[in-house]
């Protein structure tokens, strides 16, 4: 029983539902229970979506859902429901789409109302809780909403109807069929050049958001092309982003995105995807490059996610870390005045920090001017430059050793004095998508930087993703384990979602490469082959979103009715804000056909299914742009032949030929390394199992380089220069 001061979210599992446990609103969750309520009592339904790290979810709480007389009015003539878009996304993905169909805007907190069924027939964001700029308050909303429901439900059910009609249109990609061509991969990268903001690095202006896979995209193509146009695009983008606000100075991370066109204040919760990606372009930067600043990047990013976002015990990577610690607070956790720096430092750390992260008395956040985002930009001019430690070192008047002394002091002492702070909350959820992103991540760190220890990190996270959340009759589930263990009932699992098949198999197959242990290529195929069976269009092709969509069943895989629109069919190419599931699915299936001829079920092979996924969107993908770039990275793994670079032995020659292999930017060249010992058949993926166990006889016992392409590989390289120019020539092939 819960507490008579509390409402039905008090079982709930999700930590933001649990917050909104003691609102005087008598919420439920999406559920049987909720839907049987409105029926009975017909009355519209009132749905609020969010998540634990949204400022603006929690302003919305604060300024409505707590104020006693908008619960009387909801408490009236609603059935309120809540619904945490990080545990269902499924649910997120439908609302979303209904109300950008009627407001033309989306994002969180969604507030739709809804028919007792759950069709949606209203909604916006974000309401205020007075008149004001234009907009009506949200209790003259909640009025004038019951009150149409009640005096003109037949309008209002027509209504319901007609957004109901224009989901479904939303993902039907009429006329969006075709052939699969290289040029889309053109058309991303010109939208990106369109959109490059040449002065602060990024796309677009503010809001500004990172957009990591047309990075990696630009990235890639630069690789093949040197065109410097495209290095200008990644250099700058990831150089200002990590000197600037949107990047944690003391502690390492992204924040989720900049309020401003110059990176400098963010919006502050940190979420394991954005980092996750962003760790993997940082790593792929200093590949194309060879810079090691983003190399340094990528080691910070991983101290802040060991130390903030990883359960050290179990294995794993939590969710997210709000932007807040309080309903007051803005960001102030990891904002600075003047007078807090100084309390912190000496006198001339002070001076040196003050000079390096532009600290001044007038700083850069609105409700606080006092307060300071960090950032190593100077204001002068028009485009932000580096406040080099040679600058600081003569405006101190001390060599540089030791102003870089200072700094190193600095940044220790302020990052202590930050611990001190109240800290915002981090939602230990373990979801089995992002978990495995995060373990692609630290593979991938891992594989080009040589950093044993995320090496180790992200094998053990994804052993516990694998044993806690996958099983090969029940499937996947999309949470692994929940930020509080003792919340919630016991049957509070949540069927996962295409997102986690696809990027499961995907670090199935990078634990697979890492460590040559066949066991993950085994998990890798077992988890595509169930994506394909339960989540795939055999008709039209592609890949539903859910698997009760897939089926076109009523009830979900979990047999739990779709309630609502939950049986609206969605086939996700987008990317926002992870990258989109089908052009993930179509990578996870590429990648999985360089070491299997045939295989996939129903007799086709995994690249004709890529193939089939591929086709639904090719006729319109080059218009979506950015938003469309993990699309043109799987259009890259299919229009390149798949390559496997494959090393035998275990001595000093054989570990130059891996850093060899591993060190230029190919995103679709695999490295395997294997002992002498276990280069036999039974050890490697059928295609493999077919050329490799025949090349050491060639070798005299030598340690040596297999260079693999449409399942053959060419004769054995000895040496590392070899191996170099091999690949090099293979990057300016395909060029």
Request: some cysteine; glycine content about 8%.
């Amino acid at each position: 029983m819960t507490d008579s001061s509390e409402n039905a979210l008090a079982r709930a599992s999700s930590s933001y539902l649990r917050s909104a446990m003691h609102q005087p609103i008598r919420w439920h969750e999406f559920g049987e229970e909720a839907f049987t309520a409105a029926r009975a009592a017909n009355k519209p339904m009132l749905l609020d979506i969010g998540a634990v790290w949204c400022h603006w979810c929690h302003v919305m709480d604060r300024e409505s859902y707590d104020d006693p007389e908008v619960a009387a009015i909801v408490n009236e003539h609603y059935v309120a429901v809540k619904v945490d878009r990080d545990e269902r996304p499924d649910i997120d993905s439908r609302y979303q789409v209904a109300v950008a169909a009627l407001t033309g805007q989306g994002g969180w907190p969604l507030t739709a109302f809804l028919t007792p069924d759950g069709k949606p027939f209203y909604g916006g964001t974000y309401f205020p809780p007075a008149d004001g700029y234009g907009r009506p308050s949200f209790k003259r909303v909640l009025l004038s909403i019951a009150q149409a429901y009640r005096e003109q439900n037949g309008d209002v059910l027509e209504q319901a109807q007609r957004i109901e009609s224009a989901i479904a249109r939303a993902e039907s990609f009429p006329g969006g069929g075709g052939k699969i061509s290289a040029t889309v991969i053109a058309a991303i990268v010109e939208s990106a050049q369109k959109m490059f903001d040449e002065v602060n690095g990024g796309f677009g202006n503010a809001p500004k958001f990172p957009h990591p896979a047309a990075l990696d995209l630009v990235m890639e193509q630069y690789v093949r092309t040197q065109d410097a146009e495209l290095r200008n695009i990644f250099v700058h983008t990831l150089k200002n982003m990590a000197l600037g606000g949107v990047y944690d100075q003391l502690a390492g991370g992204f924040h989720r995105y900049s309020v401003d066109e110059r990176w400098i204040v963010p919006h502050f919760e940190k979420m394991s995807y954005d980092n996750s990606e962003l760790l993997k372009n940082y790593v792929h930067a200093y590949q194309a490059t060879g810079d090691g600043f983003y190399a340094g990047i990528a080691r910070d990013m991983i101290r802040w996610m060991d130390e903030w976002l990883s359960d050290r015990e179990h294995g794993g990577f939590y969710a997210s870390q709000d932007a807040d610690y309080s309903m007051d607070d803005d960001g102030d956790y990891f904002t600075w005045t003047l007078e807090e720096t100084k309390a912190a430092l000496s006198e001339e750390e002070t001076a040196a920090a003050a000079l390096y992260y532009d600290i001044k008395e007038v700083g850069d956040m609105h409700h606080n001017r006092a307060k300071n985002v960090l950032h190593v930009f100077s204001s002068a001019g028009t485009s932000p430059t580096r406040t080099s430690l040679e600058e600081i070192a003569r405006r101190l008047n001390v060599p540089e050793e030791r102003a870089r002394a200072l700094l190193a002091a600095a940044r220790e002492k302020m990052y202590a004095a930050r611990l001190r702070r109240p800290a915002p909350y981090v939602d230990k959820t373990v979801y089995a998508g992002w978990n495995a992103m995060c373990v692609s991540a630290y593979l991938e760190a891992a594989k080009v930087l040589d950093f044993a220890a995320a090496r180790q990190f992200g094998l053990r996270s994804l052993d516990r993703l694998l044993s806690e959340g996958w099983n090969a009759e029940r499937g996947m589930k999309h949470v692994i384990a929940y930020s509080d263990p003792k919340a919630g009932q016991p049957d509070a699992a949540v069927p996962g979602v295409l997102d986690d098949y696809a990027f499961a198999v995907i670090a199935c197959l990078d634990a697979y490469e890492a460590t040559a242990d066949l066991n993950y290529f085994r998990f890798a195929r077992s988890i595509a082959d169930a994506m394909i069976a339960g989540f795939s269009d055999p008709v039209a092709g592609g890949f539903f979103d859910t698997a009760g969509a897939a089926s076109g069943a009523a009830e979900a895989s979990n047999g739990k009715p779709l309630l609502g629109i939950l049986g609206t069919r969605r086939k996700p190419f987008q990317d926002s804000p992870t990258p989109a599931g089908n052009s993930a699915a179509a990578i996870a299936l590429l990648r999985l056909a360089g070491y299997v001829e045939d295989g996939a079920p129903n007799g086709a092979s995994y690249r004709d299914k890529a193939e089939s996924t591929l086709e639904v969107y090719a006729g319109v993908a080059g218009q979506h742009g950015i938003f469309a770039a993990t699309y043109g990275l799987a259009v890259l793994h299919f229009v390149q032949p798949h390559t496997q670079v494959v090393i035998i032995g275990h001595d000093e020659v054989a570990v130059e030929l891996y850093r060899t292999a591993v060190g230029p930017l190919s995103l679709n060249t695999a490295v395997l390394r294997l002992d002498a010992d276990k280069a036999v058949a039974q050890n490697l993926p059928p295609a493999l199992a077919k050329t490799i166990p025949d090349l050491p006889a060639l070798t005299g016992g030598r340690s040596f380089a297999a260079l693999c392409s449409g399942f053959s590989c060419q004769p054995p390289i000895f040496d590392a220069q070899e191996l170099a120019r091999a690949l090099g020539s293979r990057e300016r092939s395909a060029a």
